[in-house]
């Protein structure tokens, strides 16, 4: 997914509900779920599968993923 495609489907990062760089933040906002509980499913599964895939993801969803002016 480039850029382009991220600002057309509306998803971008967070700039208010953020704890990191705003991608979970931003992909609740954008489906209308909760951002806290994203973020502990995210952290979970991120260490069920021996967190390097988790974190790998989220530093490319990070640049990626445009930066909202929300």
Known sequence: MNQSTAKSAGLTRSIH?????G?????A?????SPTLLRVLY??????SAAF???????????LIPEGND
Request: hydrophobic share 60%; glycine share 16%; no cysteine.
């Open 23 to 27: 991608v979970v933040g931003g992909i």
């Open 43 to 48: 952290v979970v599964g991120s260490v069920l």
């Open 29 to 33: 906002h954008r489906y209308g779920w």
């Open 17 to 21: 509900d953020r704890v990191l760089a």
């Open 53 to 63: 895939p988790g974190i790998l993801v989220y530093l490319v969803l990070w640049l």
